[in-house]
């Protein structure tokens, strides 16, 4: 099933990122840009490569990924919990590695909401005893 293309979806914050992946050289094309132009910082591109680097297929695919929504630490944990899916469905012997570096677990961490009253979601207005 290696050489079929795999589909899958990952979220973070605001962003949802759809993940074809398939055999290949290692090409990237994000929004139709290379993985570095889109993410330029390097944090981000190690962070998104961490699942090929934990299961030692890195350069084995290509990846085309479509991204929407949310900022570039958002969209860097949505594509690489997609890939990270996308390779326990080309193969199930990486779920272990994956599981324990938490990278199969969606991040659930949102801004929270703003409450009425108040200037911020916990921020309260200056006391004033008199």
Known sequence: MADATIHT???????????????????????????????????LVSAIQQPFTATDTLGRFDVKANIDGGGSTGQ??????????????????????????????????AVERKKPGRPKARKRFQFSKR
């Open 9 to 43: 979806i990952g979220r973070r914050k605001e962003a949802v990122c759809r993940v074809y992946v398939s055999a290949g050289s290692g090409k990237w094309d994000v929004n139709g840009r290379t993985l570095g132009d889109y993410f330029p910082r390097p944090s």
């Open 76 to 109: 860097a944990g949505a594509l690489r919990l997609a890939v990270a899916r996308a390779l326990v469905k080309m193969d199930e012997a990486h779920r272990p590695k994956l599981r324990d570096l938490g990278l199969l677990t969606r991040d659930s961490r």
